[in-house]
């Protein structure tokens, strides 16, 4: 993580940042001597170490004690990914400063439209109160999450002194900040400021009368920031990386270089439609196609039949034959073998994860850890070969996991001779280090646990287990948690500090909680408004056509297919790009939330309607009854029917069975998108050329026409299931009314006409009724 943020801190000619280190500071020190920053000239790391700061704020100390600091300064934390211009909020703190000495911050925040942002990352709901007029922050509170209701005081002062004032909660923290030279001396006269945002930030808010001032500075709307500082926020930088969101740091720019692993030197990473990212020594078997969102490092390989999805796949990993990855991260020299299910997981280096092992959502396995074959681990599980060691302080930074890459910069599989040497190494390191902490943390092999590494015995049965040899010595007195791992897998379960709630916000795993509708559409109207403000495709004209977002969509391989169709048909177009959304929601499984958010997003930035995109949701639906039209992209044939149903009786009855079941796992869905009577009389206009292969399904190959003598019975359906109301069936047969011939043949057929003329009996009966009621 630190990569990203010095690689950014470059980027804005910054001459000099300095690194504070507290736990693993050596590990660090180690990293950053190995990578191209110990001798870059443009700018200069320094590392501080101090294993006694528990704190933000007693760092701050110690640098202001060293005197390291003479004027202005950027302060971030060191997980931060942003591509934001650092010029422009220098000039607007120093031009604040040149005003008023008292302006001694200047906080950047991103605006955010909707909540869903927050809880995508993890974060506490914020609350911020601004000056209107200069934007000077009077107010900062972060609310605390999981109350049924959220309060913010705020104080009736606020608004008698001043002309305007801005209560806003759209506001999130960048944990980006320039400070001025008097910040370093309020931490040293105030040791009760520990945290910055909590404590600094409500402190100086709180003692106005000392007159120090602190402001916001809003970063524009194609601008990126985000702090990788839990779990669910990796997840969701992750995946805004791989969507290009914060170019140029993308993969395939290939910027980063791995410090601290020369042997493996700069990535080599290239881009191809669907976001999807592989180096050049990826092996793939000939059925393996990876899905979209997807980044997978060299000298991985991928058996026959597997499928990786949404998910980041390091280096030298070794991928079975029909092994399902979804939304999950799999480090450097990971084995997995045939069979194995992976959702939304995180697997770390050297792990094996036996045959037909199915990992859960949330799960965590650890460095070196063996599940055994066909051995299921339950969501949100965290094992170690570490073991939990009873009564430690939670609150301690050595709880971090031990990294056996991190400390010499490569890879190291368990069984190899540089992992063996590595704990030598990282052994006699501990001993010469001056720490008072205690020493069971640090010797595992005198106190039997550790919350850095594993015992040395823990550590010889795990790479036996790993490469299937039998235990032997004193590796057979090693006892792993077989409910946990398997009889044949090694590690230890970790019980979370996390209640329930904090457990699901905080997971690696997508949030469980849901949106409301009017939540949902607010969150694909931001996304909308995000992306039009970068461009459509903003990130392709950034990287000079290299590829990039939906903008590619538009043109490249889809422009052969326009042509095939009868030109740029924008109508041809549009249904495509609302077949293929929904196809890949369904293929991935997405829940109903998730795919109104897509589609939602879709329809905006193609200045569409809800009934367009319900219209061609429908179409998708019904020819999944059938084979696949012509074009379908290949990664969705298997949702197809490989054979058509047979032109009789059964077939039909086959046919409407299937719909059947597909209306009633979306109806929701087209509820959702039909808004009116209006909207619904589209769909069944729809519907009419759907079966009778007019307009933009000309081209499907007769596929519709299979649903021609059907159309009554899925007319009665959509009614059945709430998507088309009685008012819209009579209002599309009364505009059938006065058309052609041939524009009446559904409206006419026998059973549609028997349908309709119960329908309007049904009304006329309610209509007595009320009449029936009135005059009573």
Known sequence: MIEYALEWLAMNDVEEAFVFCCAHADLIKRYLADSKWAHSRDMKVTPIVSTNCLSAGEALRLIDQRDLIKGDFVLLAADIVSNMRLAPLLEAHRARRAADKNAIMTLAMKPVDHASQRLRLGDSELVVALDAATNRLLKYVELEPGRPSHLAKLDAALFSERDEVQVRCDLMDTHICVCAPEVLLLFSDNFDYQNIKRDFVSGVLSEEELGNKLHVYELRQAEYAGRVHNLRSYDAVSRDLLQRWAFPFVPDTNLLSLGGSPAWGQTSYRYSRGQRYMESTVSLARSTVPGEDVAIGAGTSIGEGSRVVQSVVGRNVRIGRNVDIVGSYVQDGVTI???????????????????????????????????????????????SLCQQVAGANDDSDDELEYSPAVGAGSPVRPGSRAAAKRAAADSDEEEEDEDDDDDSYHNPDQYGKSLERPTSDALRAAQALAVGRPLQGEEAGVRFQASVVGPNGAGYVWDPREGPADLDRFSIAPPTTSLTAEDEAAAADEAAAAAAAAGTGGADAQAGGGGGGRGEEGGGDDSDADSDEGG??????????????FLRCIKMRFDVSNVVIELNGLKIAEDRTFADCARYMLTALLNLGLPPPPRTPSEY????????????????????????????????LLQRFLKSEDDQVELLLTLEEYCSCEGVFEADGGGGARYAPLFAHLLRQLYDADVVGEDAALAWADEKAAADPEERKYVEQADVARFLEWLREEDDDEEDDDEDEEDD
């Open 337 to 383: 073998q045939d069979g194995v299910v992976l959702r939304s997981a995180l697997v770390c280096e050297g792990c094996v994860l036996r045959a037909g092992c199915v990992v859960g959502p949330g799960a965590i396995i650890s460095y070196g850890c063996v599940v055994d074959a066909r051995h299921s681990v339950p969501p949100n599980t965290r094992i």
């Open 637 to 668: 044939l298997p949702l197809f029917k490989t054979v058509a149903p047979e032109n009789s009786k059964e077939g039909q009855l086959q046919l409407l069975r299937g719909f059947k079941q597909a209306l009633a796992d979306w109806r929701d």
């Open 568 to 581: 740029h048909d924008p109508e041809r177009v549009w249904r495509r790009e609302v077949e293929e959304t």
